[in-house]
């Protein structure tokens, strides 16, 4: 196994010098985080992602936390997530402020509030 600091040090400068690909950028250095960082997040936010969880085996993560932190979810595959699952449909506006909680809560569960449709 490669140990962190040769793999960021020797063979990630080489093979960059090798590609003609900068050793580094705004963010700082090209170090193997932040690739698998990026991979991550372009697996997620593929035309056809993985799940979290695959992406969770995938990393190797132990904690679903890990993977979330790990890949960013652009909000385009937000959206379209959204779209698939059919939760854009359009909602009736809230009631005015002055209805009594009472009114309020029977106005959400049954008029207002399409979750259960």
């Known amino acids: 196994m490669v140990g962190k600091d040769y793999l960021n040090n020797k063979i990630l400068p080489a093979r960059c010098r090798k590609s003609g690909v900068p050793q ?9 985080h932040r690739a698998r960082a990026t991979i991550a997040t372009q697996l997620l936010n593929a035309r056809e992602p993985l799940t979290l969880a695959d992406l969770q085996q995938w990393l190797g993560h132990k904690h679903p936390a890990s993977t979330r932190h790990y890949a960013a979810i652009l909000q385009r595959t937000l959206t379209a997530a959204h779209k698939k ?18 009114s309020l809560r029977r106005g959400l569960s049954n008029e207002w509030c399409n979750c259960g449709s």
């Not at 580094?24 to 193997?32: A, E, I, N």
């Open 85 to 102: 699952a059919r939760l854009l449909r359009p909602q009736r506006p809230l009631p005015p402020p002055h209805h009594s909680s009472r």
């Open 24 to 32: 580094s950028d705004s963010h700082g250095p090209l170090t193997s």
